[in-house]
């Protein structure tokens, strides 16, 4: 058996275990899905608040900045982070499923737990893509 790496601490004897570091794990779906969970949730508050923000500080400062808001929202920049926000929904959405039939006490084996961290990236990349269709497509 492996013993965990030490480090000797000045004016003592023996060893303290160090903290297991990312690059002595081997990645996983499961790291990366639980990742990836963390930084979306991050990313719906931050960006919700700051477009909401924007949006309502437009629309009280007239027509003319509100049409400026509007352009820019309806760009292709402004695509490229509806497009990424939406994956976001989806995929913290379809990770927070997971974690809620875990807290349920299931999908704990390896296989089970690998196929539902690839579903969540398969289902957010899917719905994505379906939304954006519909959208682009005209049916809004």
């Known amino acids: 058996m492996a013993s965990r790496p030490t480090v000797q601490p000045p004016g003592m004897s023996g060893g303290r275990p ?3 570091h990312l690059t002595i794990w081997k990645w ?12 979306t ?6 960006g919700a608040v700051l477009i909401f923000a924007w949006w309502l500080a437009a629309l009280a400062s007239g027509p003319a900045y509100y049409r400026f808001f509007l352009d820019l929202v309806l760009s292709p920049a ?17 990770s927070g499923i997971r974690h809620f039939i875990m ?11 690998r196929r539902m ?3 969540t990236f398969a289902f957010s990349i899917l719905a994505t893509a379906g939304v954006w269709a519909w959208i682009l497509l ?3």
């Open 18 to 20: 160090l903290s297991p």
């Open 28 to 39: 996983r779906v499961h790291m990366a899905v639980s990742i990836v969970h963390r930084v």
């Open 41 to 46: 949730g991050h990313a719906l508050a931050f």
């Open 78 to 94: 402004g695509a490229v982070v509806g497009i990424g926000l939406t994956w976001a929904v989806f995929q913290h959405m379809g």
């Open 103 to 113: 807290d349920a006490g299931e999908g704990f084996d390896l296989a089970t737990s």
């Open 117 to 119: 961290a690839q579903a």
């Open 138 to 140: 005209g049916g809004y």
